[in-house]
């Protein structure tokens, strides 16, 4: 029986397409931005509706974001809007502020969609493949960590949301200082996925796990290379916008 | 029956210099289904971890099929197939067949043949039709099913379950239970630990008890279940009233 995971696209493609969006999306303007993202979000809402839950769960990018769009706002000079103390609200504040929140709203969409359609083993295979020509690098020991940093993130992720439910059961939510809320979140956390990942790297091992074993076979065909020129050439037209 | 397993002496220390295992003997039959019982701490889980070589002995040696794991603890993990206590942290791979994949990948097996050895295991334990699922989506018990396949399809010779039937509700516990049943009529060697008598032991050949770290009774499950309250196990309300214990199969 063939793996039934999807498999949507080469994985050597799939690399080579995230690595340039993400060199492109440095230097993209507000055109080349919207023509990347409207294919983009159009697939995920309709190929992965699971993944549009998972973005209400992503508060922390989001406060992120806000604090790189108030930082931005703040520190640029230019036409003055607004007069909040000693600092302004610039009109080219907020048009560079909005340009870099979506810029690195593009990175994580594009990373979203490679994590939610590649399975770990094929990112080790992919990598591996790109780094066996270079001499003195160990092109399988890296292939293996990148592809259990892949491996590990849902069990972060699934960890805080475990522990954010346990501290809410027990009113967490109304401590205000947020230095205590964060130690009270952080430690347990870490110590869970300590010990989950630890529990998981035991049960890797109890199935003889290494760095050396079947690759998954990577192949190309027509669909893949078809979608990998219409994908280079949109990057292309985004980045000449 | 040829001893699959031979356990001489075997202590482990710990880092911070508890005492886990002291002075441990123990030989099992291939073909055998053996039950470890004790209380929370007894040593249980240290003692199957060194029958794979996820831990070795500071003292003492275990062999698997006549080699120390010691010398050779890949080969240990390719004999002896370890179910763990929590599934969830045994689940690697995306899909349900990625995850049985696992091992055999390890093995560096071809692909045809990791192929053929998850179809067979899939189908072995009644999972084939959810070869495509995510496993985290399956049922407790189809995750236990889905560890159980993972360890099948490398083929070992013995299969080991840590607490198998912990946070197992009764549909669970049965389909697990039949399937343990069904792979030690097939001929292959069984290990369970379990602090509950009552689920499994109507169906072992073998009672073995720990308590701090050593065996304090082991012989015919009828023999040795009357002094497993001694020792903190709770015996089967059945072997309370002088049996054996009733098959939770029936």
Redesign the interface.
């Known amino acids: 029986?063939?793996?039934?995971?999807g498999r949507v696209l080469d994985v050597r493609l799939k690399l080579v397409l995230m690595a340039g969006v993400s060199v492109a999306g440095l230097g993209l303007g507000f055109a080349g931005l919207a023509l990347l993202m409207a294919p983009l979000v159009i697939l995920f809402s309709v190929f992965r509706p699971a993944a549009r839950v998972q973005f209400s769960e992503l508060r922390w990018l989001f406060f992120l974001l806000a604090l790189v769009f108030i930082a931005r706002v703040f520190s640029t000079d230019g036409t003055p809007l607004a007069g909040l103390g000693p600092v302004a609200v610039t009109r080219e504040g907020l048009r560079e502020g909005t340009l870099v929140c979506l810029r690195l709203v593009l990175v994580f969409i594009v990373g979203a969609a490679f994590i939610a359609t590649t399975?770990?083993?094929e990112i080790k295979a992919g990598v591996e493949w790109f780094l066996k020509p270079v001499p003195w690098v160990p092109a399988a020991r890296v292939a293996t960590m990148l592809s259990l940093v892949a491996?590990f993130m849902p069990v972060i992720l699934e960890q805080a949301a475990k522990t954010s439910d346990a501290q809410r059961a027990r009113a967490g939510e109304n401590r205000r200082n947020p230095i205590r809320r964060l130690t009270a979140f952080g430690i347990p956390l870490m110590r869970r996925t300590f010990e989950?990942a630890d529990?998981?790297a035991?049960?890797?091992?109890?199935?003889?796990?290494?760095e050396?074993?079947?690759?998954p076979?990577l192949t190309t065909g027509r669909k893949d290379w078809l979608f990998f020129g219409t994908a280079v050439a949109l990057i292309l037209t985004a980045a000449a916008l | 029956m040829p001893l699959i397993i031979e356990i001489q002496h075997l202590t482990h220390c710990f880092a911070d210099g508890t005492i886990g295992l002291a002075d441990i003997s123990l030989d099992i039959e291939e073909g055998a289904f053996v039950v470890i019982a004790g209380a929370n701490g007894s040593g249980k889980t240290t003692l199957l971890r060194h029958l794979n070589g996820l831990l070795l002995p500071t003292s003492g040696t275990v062999r698997v099929a006549g080699v120390s794991v010691a010398d050779d603890p890949r080969r240990a993990r390719m004999r002896v197939g370890m179910i763990f206590q929590d599934a969830d942290s045994q689940i690697v791979g995306e899909t349900v067949h990625d995850d049985v994949a696992f091992g055999p990948e390890n093995l560096r097996l071809s692909r045809p043949e990791v192929g053929r050895r998850v179809d067979g295991a899939l189908a072995a334990v009644g999972l084939a039709e959810l070869a495509g699922r995510r496993p985290h989506r399956l049922s407790g018990g189809e995750k236990r099913r889905l560890s159980i396949a993972g360890v099948l399809a490398m083929q070992p010779r013995v299969i080991v379950f840590d607490e198998p039937f912990s946070n197992l509700d009764y549909p669970g516990v049965r389909q697990v239970l039949g399937q343990m049943v069904a792979l030690h009529r097939s001929g292959q060697t069984i290990l369970l630990t379990t602090h509950d008598l009552d689920k499994v032991l109507a169906h072992a050949d073998r009672l073995v008890i720990m308590q701090h770290g050593r065996i304090v009774a082991d012989g015919l499950p009828a023999t040795v279940v009357s002094e497993a309250e001694t020792f903190d196990v709770r015996s089967p309300q059945a072997a309370q009233r002088g049996g054996r214990g009733l098959s939770w199969l029936n």
Do not use: I, K, Q
Request: hydrophobic share 25%; aromatic share 4%.
């Open positions: 029986m063939p793996p039934r995971h399975r770990s083993a491996r989950t529990n998981l035991v049960a890797m091992e109890a199935r003889c796990y290494s050396t074993r079947t690759d076979e």
